[in-house]
């Protein structure tokens, strides 16, 4: 299988931990981590050809996945403080 990139452990790696726990007890941030990693899955797919949509979908699915990223953060940020 070839790597995925932009999951989230890599985006935040200083937050693994508090993501990890996160995931576990606040039921909006699980759905948010796993909706992103299905948008991201989806990107990549589009991305390597495996499975082609349409440039106007790719940056569609692009836009989605900043969006997801952009409320993990500041849910994140929120929590480290």
């Known amino acids: 299988m070839s790597h995925t990139p932009h999951e989230l452990a890599e985006e935040f790696p200083h937050a693994a931990e508090l993501m990890h726990k996160l995931k576990l007890e606040d039921a909006h941030f699980a759905r948010l981590a796993e909706e992103y990693h299905e948008v991201n899955r989806a990107v990549h797919r589009a991305e390597t050809l495996v499975a082609p949509v349409s440039e106007e979908h790719e940056q569609k699915l ?20």
């Open 62 to 81: 692009r836009r989605k996945r900043m969006v997801l990223k952009d409320e993990i953060a500041a849910i994140l940020a929120r929590s480290e403080a």
